[in-house]
């Protein structure tokens, strides 16, 4: 099982970036993918999680409304699209696999390194 993220970068407040999490070594459609985020000296956070297998998506209060997750069919990947950026997003972001149930904003099964993003002027 691995799970590459990537995608991060520099970016303003009110923009935008997109993520990708590409996934292999198992059927993706038997589980979640989720989101997490961990800024320094913060716990981390779920933020957004796509039961994968019929395209239900969770968010965490935080990002509702400003982050889209959804899965490119024809690729096993998942993207997390992120707008209106604010400097409180700021984080290492890391995608999981993670349970196909509301679980997957709480926890991952198997984890890929994370990819940094940062809101700032």
């Known amino acids: 099982v691995q799970l590459q993220a990537s995608g991060g970068g520099l970016v303003q407040p009110g923009g935008s970036l997109r993520l990708s999490c590409a996934a292999s070594g198992f059927y993706l459609d038997y589980f979640g993918i989720g989101w997490f985020r961990q800024a320094p000296g913060k716990e981390r956070e779920g933020v957004a999680c796509?039961?994968?297998?019929?395209?239900?998506?969770y968010y965490s209060d935080s990002v509702k409304g400003r982050f889209t997750v959804f899965r490119d069919t024809t690729e096993n990947t998942v993207y997390l699209q992120m707008n209106r950026l604010k400097p409180d997003d700021t984080a290492v972001y890391y995608c999981a696999q993670a349970p196909p149930d509301r679980r997957c904003l709480r926890t991952g099964i198997r984890w890929g390194q994370g990819t940094q993003v940062t809101v700032s002027s």
């Open positions: 796509l039961r994968v297998g019929d395209r239900v998506t």
